[in-house]
């Protein structure tokens, strides 16, 4: 008698939900993923946005009071002796660091990646598997096991140093870690496979009898690769160079290890002001000038995928 | 253009294509390698619109691919216009194609399309212009230039791939079953341009299918093959009429095949006896031994049915099937084997001609074909 109750109730409380009008029915439908977006993401984020206009505490943590203090100690540098600002280029060089490496990943990746991902894409569908598969087995090691293990391939008495005098390159070890010339290596080797993926993805599409077709209209391989293949890999050699510019910007393991600390990142900086330098509100404003930088970019992306697709049409 | 062509003499056409002996062998050395194409000799004239006919799997392709120099051939030399064109990549041979799937650029225009070849060979922009122009005219797309290729039906793209090929005055075209993905109609009609269009530009055509009608109407001449092996090699008319063996007999059209045994000769005639003792007279082909077997072969429509009683065979109607122009019936011989038969519809046939009826067939000496074996 009672479960034929909650039935009832049950009926009443569908017929009830899908009466409501469709843009309702679909908000309420939706709230599940609102409230996870909305606590994950929006809130934390918001949180580093108003810290950024705050006061840091002595002992970390914030005091509640309105200031562009963060923002203006990006750029200047207060004398501790009369409390004047001078401008000071040492934080900004640190962020031009950041996007240098990251371009210098991005470009490495692209060399690396493009023929790589091209190579896999003309195997037969068995190969193709597998090669696919090795691409992804790095990430089953922890990135920091394997950052410290580029450490100590690239150290002094490192295999790196001792093949290239063994083979007479050079006669003392290359002190190459620690070096701006390791981050950028560390880089490139962690987000490698951002690149080779999505061009794969985008390579195993193409027709390969366009690439015949091209041949036969008296293109020659450089030509097929210029005007055939990667005009069609387009959308992926963008959405790779994006996987992997975003994550090297924010990069933070490569730099602390590889670089030994001395050559920061910006996702050092922050790291930093969130820890030992216990200043919040700095480290704040760090991250939200590096989200906007990377938000600049994604918009300059997603203005020229449309303005491609508008042509296409 | 027309008038320029056809003053040039017929005698100053020579040897477009020559294949010696090509052998192609794909996985060689493995266990699972396939001979595609066995010792294929075969010379393609300048200006000819030459077809490869045959089968899927019995190696057209592969000989066209050979041609374009996608593949390489496993023995056996390739000779274009005299010179050997082995390892000459595709993009060095004075060769075009017209692919099967047409292979348009999605990324470019219509007008870009046409232009790649020119541009790959670097050619003045002004006069790539002018060709791109005069192609899109001559496929009859002249407004069509700027629209995307992914924009445009089959029959479209048909053409397009034909003016992309053209553009760059190959000196062959090959053609990869290129009427293959249209509908019927839109196939009738391209016959007859790509007809046209091989007779206005004086390319050599090299025609790949597997239709035994588009090879016959639309050839100068016709190569059939059959797993890797040239079958025969002739104009439409004698490779219909004059079949080489029971495959080309039986792939050009329907045809009556029927085992017979050669009996005595009868003035230029020779008397082959049929199974179950049915005679027809033929024509000596080569020395027939009386006695000696072999396979005739006699087309459906060079068969007359009577319903009148008098000369001939006597046979009873065993299937009708009414096709428009003909009607097609299956007559079973009182003392041979059932035979196809094609009639023409014309006024007054027909009478007396439903199945069960029994029925004069009449064979006029010299219709059914002796083919070796």
Known sequence: MAERHDAADRATWIDRFSSLPSARRSLILLSPAFALIGAFGIAPLGLILVYSFLVPGTYGGVVWEFSFGAYIQFLFERDIFDGTLAFSSSYLQIGARSVILAGLAVVGCLLIGFPTAYFIATRSPGIRNILIFLVTVPFWTNLLVRTFSMMLILRDQGPLNSILMGIGITEQPLSLLYTDFAIGLGLLYSFLPFMVLPIYASLERIDFRLVEAAYDLYANRWRVLQRILIPLSLPGIAGGCFLVFIPSLSSFLAPDLLGGGKHLMIGNLIAQQFGTARNWPFGSAAAMILLSLVLIALMIYARQAARRDQDAV | ?373
């Open chain 2, 1 to 373: 253009m027309n008038a320029a062509l056809s003053q040039t003499p017929p005698e100053a056409v020579g040897t477009a294509i020559e294949l010696r002996s090509v052998t192609k062998v794909f996985g060689t050395g493995s266990a699972e390698s396939v001979t595609a194409l066995d010792e294929v000799s075969l010379a393609i004239r300048d200006n000819e619109f030459f077809t490869l006919l045959g089968p899927s799997g019995c190696g057209k392709t592969t000989l066209l691919r050979l041609l374009a120099g996608f593949e390489q051939v496993t023995r056996g030399d390739i000779l274009l216009f005299g010179d050997d064109v082995a390892g000459l990549p595709p993009h060095k041979r004075p060769i075009n194609t017209v692919f099967q799937h047409y292979a348009l650029f999605p990324h470019m225009t219509v007008a870009e399309n046409v232009a790649f070849g020119l541009r790959m060979l670097r050619r003045d922009k002004a006069e790539i212009g002018r060709t791109v122009e005069s192609m899109l005219t001559l496929v009859k797309m002249p407004d069509l230039g700027e629209r995307k290729s992914s924009q445009l039906s089959g029959g479209q793209q048909q053409r397009v791939a034909l003016a992309r090929a053209l553009a760059n005055h190959p000196r062959v075209l090959l053609l990869d079953e290129p009427l293959s993905a249209l509908d019927l109609k839109l196939r009738q009609e391209m016959r007859l341009e790509l007809k046209t269009l091989q007779r206005e530009t004086g390319i050599t055509f090299i025609f790949v299918t597997h239709d035994q009608e588009e090879a016959l109407t639309m050839s100068d001449r016709i190569a059939v093959l059959r797993a890797g092996r040239i079958q025969q090699v002739g104009t439409p008319d004698v490779i219909y009429e004059h079949p080489a063996n029971p495959f080309v007999a039986n792939f050009m059209g329907e045809t009556n095949l029927l085992p017979a045994v050669i009996g005595a000769a009868e003035r230029d005639m020779v008397r082959c006896h049929l199974e179950g003792g049915a005679e027809i007279l033929a024509r000596p082909v080569g020395d027939n031994a009386a006695g000696s077997r072999i396979t005739l072969s006699l087309r459906p429509e060079r068969i007359v049915l009577s319903a009148d009683s008098g000369s001939g065979l006597t046979g009873r109607i065993t299937d009708c099937l009414y096709r428009g122009t003909d009607t097609s019936y299956r007559v079973t011989l009182e003392n041979g084997p059932e035979l196809l038969v094609y009639e023409q519809n014309v006024a007054d046939r027909g009478n007396g001609m439903s199945v069960g009826n029994s029925v004069r067939v009449l064979i006029a000496p010299g219709a059914a074909r002796i083919l070796a074996g």
